[in-house]
């Protein structure tokens, strides 16, 4: 009998994991895209199109651990577990470059002062950063979790 990973795929953390990630990605998403002065600098539009990749990634594979949950049993296959951790990895990783990037830029923004950028976009765009680190948290968490049961497939 197949030990239970909480966390990994087919779980009610792994579910966990996943709405956590939709909704951090979701949140950054918004606060970045209030108004649209973000496609004035790079790390901003790579942030919100890194967010714009993981929100769809972390619901399908929500939705296949609620299918998975509810039907009590999951076929885990090599080659599917593969996939979606090699995903997880990437999708974690660029959101962490993401996330860095934008909290960079944001904090020389910060420090040029008010009369080069608004205070109070700074401070959104900081709050969208902030999220985008829990939102790679959530992701690089599940990811490790799905790693730890590959090998014994």
Do not use: H
Not at 26 to 36: D, G, T
Not at 43 to 51: A, D, E, G, K, R
Request: charged share 10%.
């Amino acid at each position: 009998m197949e030990e239970e990973v909480p966390g990994a795929m087919g779980t009610s953390a792994s579910l966990a994991l996943r709405l956590g990630q939709i909704t951090f990605s979701s949140a950054s998403l918004l606060f970045m895209s209030f108004r649209i002065e973000f496609y004035s600098f790079t790390s901003y539009c790579f942030l919100v199109t890194i967010m714009g990749l993981v929100i769809p990634w972390s619901t399908a594979l929500a939705l296949l651990d609620a299918y998975s949950i509810f039907l009590k049993s999951l076929p885990r296959r090599q080659r599917i577990m593969l996939i979606i951790i090699i995903g997880d990895w990437v999708l974690s990783f660029l959101s962490l470059a993401a996330a860095c990037s934008t909290a960079s830029v944001t904090n020389l923004l910060v420090e040029a002062g008010e009369q080069y950028w608004p205070l109070n976009l700074c401070r959104r765009y900081q709050l969208s950063a902030a999220t985008a680190f829990f939102s790679w948290f959530l992701s690089f968490g599940s990811s490790l979790f799905n790693l730890w049961v590959l090998p014994s497939l």
